[in-house]
């Protein structure tokens, strides 16, 4: 499975952002899915979490009511729409297959190279 995420860009606080993740080599629809975020100096945290059917989502406390996962299968592409951004959102944004549903399932997939989002105060 690979994974490729896009859409990150410079943007002013307040501001929004659409990352897409495309996914190839395997099966989309199957999957559980998750982004991640790695700001400078900091570990990797998890963001949010879709479940296969993408019926069932989770935040992260710092972004919830702000960031919207959701799933398109037939184009086999993950989504993360960002709104009301904060200059601590700043950090590389990854996506990944979780091993099941949840903020803290593990990931079973390799870390592609992510998008850089940047926010300016």
């Known amino acids: 499975v690979q994974l490729q995420a896009s859409g990150g860009g410079l943007v002013q606080a307040g501001g929004s952002l659409k990352l897409s993740c495309a996914l190839s080599?395997?099966?989309?629809?199957?999957?559980?899915m998750g982004w991640f975020r790695q700001a400078p100096g900091k570990e990797r945290e998890v963001v949010a979490a879709?479940?296969?059917?993408?019926?069932?989502?989770d935040y992260a406390d710092s972004v919830k009511g702000r960031f919207t996962i959701f799933r398109d299968d037939a184009k086999s592409t993950l989504f993360l729409q960002l709104n009301s951004l904060k200059p601590e959102d700043t950090a590389v944004y990854y996506c990944?297959?979780?091993?099941?549903?949840?903020?803290?399932?593990?990931?079973?997939?390799?870390w592609g190279p992510g998008t850089l989002v940047t926010v300016s105060s």
């Open positions: 080599g395997g099966t989309f629809s199957r999957y559980a």
């Open positions: 879709i479940s296969w059917r993408g019926e069932r989502t």
């Open positions: 990944a297959v979780h091993r099941s549903y949840g903020l803290g399932s593990p990931v079973t997939t390799n």
